[in-house]
Nanobody, 115 residues
């Protein structure tokens, strides 16, 4: 059974930092491209960042310079380091794992940026 379990979300003040983790099980993690998406009420889920199995990353313009994606294949875990957080970063953040036609989602973790 495939599981993607996100953690690390919460309430943070503007300018603060959070690190999200996505622990995967039931997949051959090192084969998968990993991604972080976010969604706010009434809006479509949008890509924040993704990283290939080879370690190449892609960051959305809206978070470039503030967010970093990484992976640890030995721990079957992907990370999203979020710095200089803004209120507009408030969303539910979802982890995604993709390999060819296989695609899996985590349950999401809430990030709220507010003073």
């Amino acid at each position: 059974q495939v599981q993607l379990v996100e953690s690390g979300g919460g309430l943070v003040q503007p300018g603060g930092s959070l690190r999200l983790s996505c622990a995967a099980s039931g997949i051959t993690f090192n084969l998968y491209q990993m991604g972080w998406y976010r969604q706010t009420p009434g809006n479509e889920r949008e890509l924040v960042a993704d990283i290939t199995s080879g370690g190449s990353s892609n960051i959305a313009d809206s978070v470039k310079g503030r967010f970093t994606i990484s992976r640890d294949d030995a721990k079957n875990t992907a990370y999203l380091q979020m710095n200089s957080l803004k209120p507009e970063d408030t969303a539910v953040y979802y982890c995604n794992a993709g390999f060819r036609r296989l695609n899996y989602w985590g349950q999401g973790t809430q990030v709220t940026v507010s003073s």
